[in-house]
């Protein structure tokens, strides 16, 4: 293959793949004012040159992306409650905006008698320490949108920032050039919240390796401002803007204008609330839809596209996605593939079919997700999550919850919560802002702790109606807020309450031998019910997970614990070639339609 085709087949896909990452710079608010017009830039022409069968004579063959980047924020904050492991240092233009940026947030008091600590006293406290907080905002992202921040110690001589609060701070688009440019201009996004530290962190593993001067708010980032999004015409034309247009807006007929054309090279869109939390996916939809309206010429394109599908090296990702973008009227022609022998051919067939309303195509997909052999099995998964077929969908997806694999348990757990989430049981565990939810889903698999680390703080226990503590057990560790033990034939768990300097504060209290409400009373609040019991210990998602991962290492409970490892080819499919034609299994039977 040469240089040219690879970049033939792969432009648009890599194209996608940086939209779909939050991380790409189609942001071209700086056009060139100085070339003349018509003419292209080399980014444009680079554009052109990617076009291919499947991209040919769709939006994303006339338009390319504007603010389709995530938005890079930066600001300074303080974190609290370090125990003695902060840093009593600060740069002197770092200091001044903090103390009045805690001032800000100080609430008028009423109670003349009560005197609040001098903010200098704050930031000069072992119990602080001074950071700078990152975040990206999503690409149309709606305001009040929330998003992680990351935080780092900005004086080395911080011990560590486990524990921690981030108290809440103002986020400004990220320039670089020192903390001075840094600080200027308009709050675009706020944060604020609990640390979350890598709990594995003394595990034995690469974990080791993680900085304790850096951390996580998970979710803790709000944008403040909705983020707009467009596509800009690659040349300007009054009837290429209102091609596109109408092609967006006869997508979505029951939304009142998702684009408008507002000059000869710019189409304003309007996200839908229902598309809002996969901006990705909603653009990569609309970057293949047709422009043309002419029945004759879209139904000759669509058997162009399926002709497609069955080419060895053809992007079949993109196929798929303009076939889809020109509807149902495919799935006539798309269903003979379903039993192609090649497993591309049938998946991308079927998974077309599917997002088009086809009952027969979920069989297929069904199929793959079962499959240990197929290279597309976790795509499968994550589509069935997205099928919106509640019961063929959801049967499916707990069954999967047995799988021997913990990665396909994992995303078959997350794919039901999209498609049905009835079967698991929901728990809200302590106060907002540091709360977490903490979720009991049925399976008869081996136990299975299952924690997110980005976007929200949830922690699933799989299986967990069958998880419990194993006596004889001893969690003892220097530093750290509890002590927990239960000897052989014990009917619960003792736990004693320690301060940073290991003196007991609280206990011996008693917890039950179940998992599910051991980790209940660790997160919930400290407070007391109305006969005077303790109601829970209020620890940190983090360190809770972390207790999770000793008991488990030492098999004084019966579960293995994984948490949140995002994978490429969950989203975008297998990496490497699938195979040639004939290693692939035999074509399957034409499923049958359900019911």
């Not at 390319?64 to 002197?92: D, E, F, I, K, M």
């Not at 998964?381 to 913990?406: F, M, N, Q, T, Y």
């Amino acid at each position: 293959m040469t240089r040219r085709d690879t970049r033939r087949l792969l432009g648009p896909a890599l194209i996608l793949i940086v939209l779909l990452a939050g991380c790409s710079d189609w942001d071209m608010s700086e056009r060139s004012a100085a070339r003349p017009e018509g003419t292209l830039t080399e980014d444009e022409d680079a554009l052109r040159l990617t076009v291919t069968e499947a991209t040919r004579g769709t939006i994303s063959s006339a338009t390319y992306v504007q603010g389709g980047r995530s938005l890079r924020v930066r600001g300074y904050g303080v974190v609290t409650r370090l125990a003695g492991q902060g840093s009593r240092n600060c740069p002197p233009s770092v200091r001044e905006y903090l103390e009045k940026q805690i001032l800000r947030e100080r609430p008028t008091r009423t109670d003349s008698r009560r005197e609040d600590v001098p903010i200098s006293k704050i930031i000069a406290s072992l119990d602080t320490a001074v950071v700078v907080v990152d975040g990206e905002v999503p690409p149309g992202a709606a305001g009040q949108r929330t998003f992680d921040v990351t935080v780092q110690a900005v004086d080395p001589d911080t011990q560590s920032l486990s524990g921690g609060y981030l108290l809440p701070c103002d986020l400004k688009i990220y320039r670089d050039g020192g903390p001075t440019e840094t600080l200027a201009g308009t709050t675009c996004a706020r944060a604020r919240g609990p640390i979350f530290t890598n709990p594995f962190a003394t595990g034995g593993s690469a974990a080791t390796t993680i900085n304790p001067r850096e951390g996580t708010v998970i979710g803790g980032g709000m944008n403040m401002t909705e983020r707009k999004l467009s596509l800009m015409a690659v040349v300007e034309s009054y009837a290429t803007v209102r091609q596109v247009m109408d092609a967006i807006n006869r997508r979505f007929p029951n939304e009142s204008k998702v684009a408008d054309a507002v000059n000869p090279s710019t189409v304003v869109i309007q996200v839908p609330p229902a598309n809002r939390s996969d901006v990705g996916r909603f653009l990569e939809g609309i970057l293949y839809l047709p422009l043309t309206t002419s029945p004759m010429e879209i139904e000759d394109r669509a058997k162009t596209l399926v002709g497609e599908l069955t080419r060895p090296e053809a992007p079949l990702h993109e196929v798929s996605l303009a076939l889809e973008g020109i509807g149902v009227s495919t799935v006539a022609m798309l269903q003979p593939l379903y039993t192609h022998g090649r497993r591309p051919v049938n998946f991308y067939a079927a998974r077309t079919g599917l997002r088009l309303g086809d009952d027969l195509a979920i069989e297929v997909i069904i199929r793959h997700a079962r499959d240990p052999d197929s290279p597309f099995r976790r795509q499968a998964v994550r589509e069935l999550g997205r099928s919106g077929r509640r019961h063929r969908a959801g049967i499916a997806l707990r069954e999967l919850l047995d799988s021997d694999e913990p990665r396909i348990r994992i995303l078959a757990y997350e794919a039901l919560r999209e498609v049905d989430p009835r079967p698991i049981i929901q728990t809200v565990v302590g106060r907002d802002p540091e709360n977490f939810l903490l979720e009991l889903v049925p399976s008869n698999g081996t136990p299975l702790i299952y924690a997110r680390r980005t976007e929200i703080r949830r922690i699933a226990l799989i299986g967990g109606d069958r998880m419990v503590c194993r006596p004889p057990l001893l969690y003892h560790e220097a530093g750290k807020p509890i002590t927990l033990s239960a000897s052989a034939g014990d009917g619960v768990v003792t736990i004693l309450r320690k301060d940073p300097s290991g003196t007991v504060t609280l206990g011996p209290l008693k917890a039950p031998m179940g998992v599910p409400p051991l980790i209940r009373f660790l997160g919930q609040n400290l407070a007391r019910d109305r006969s005077g019991k303790i109601e829970g210990l209020e620890l940190d998602y983090a360190f809770i997970l972390e207790l999770m991962y000793r008991l488990s290492a030492k098999q004084a409970i019966n579960a293995e614990v994984r948490w949140e490892e995002p994978d490429v080819e969950d989203a975008f499919g297998p990496l490497e070639p699938t195979g040639r034609p004939e290693s692939e299994l035999q074509a399957p039977a034409m499923p049958e339609v359900e019911g």
